[in-house]
């Protein structure tokens, strides 16, 4: 089963920046379709953005020419560029490998990890 571990989070102010690492145990890790998901304050976990062990990608509509999803398999991490930060992207990021998806969701087939908090100070 794969372990996921993530990081790079913190506190920025609006319009700044932050680069989210997700590493993942296991040799599968290349083959797996792999997603960011978010959970603000007293929200529901919601899709953030997935990328195939192609390198096709898919984002949130809210996220998109802000956020760029990408992945390094030599070393089994996921990352997330977030750029033209919002206070409404304040939360905690979560990555997951997805046993489906589509356009703007993906389904998670792995226990969560612990998340990295992002906080956007306006």
């Known amino acids: 089963q794969v372990q996921l571990v993530e990081s790079g989070g913190g506190l920025v102010q609006a319009g700044g920046s932050l680069r989210l690492s997700c590493v993942a145990s296991?040799?599968?890790?290349?083959?797996?379709?792999m997603g960011w998901y978010r959970q603000a304050p007293g929200k529901q976990r919601e899709f953030v953005a997935w990328?195939?062990?192609?390198?096709?990608?898919n984002y949130k509509d809210s996220v998109k020419g802000r956020f760029t999803i990408s992945r390094d398999n030599a070393v089994n991490t996921l990352y997330l560029q977030m750029n033209s930060l919002k206070p409404e992207d304040t939360a905690v990021y979560y990555c997951?490998?997805?046993?489906?998806?589509?356009?703007?969701?993906?389904?998670?087939?792995?226990?969560w990890g612990l998340g990295t908090q992002v906080t956007v100070s306006s």
């Open positions: 990328i195939t062990s192609g390198g096709s990608t």
């Open positions: 296991g040799s599968v890790f290349r083959t797996y379709t």
């Open positions: 997951n490998a997805l046993s489906s998806w589509g356009t703007s969701w993906g389904t998670p087939r792995t226990p």
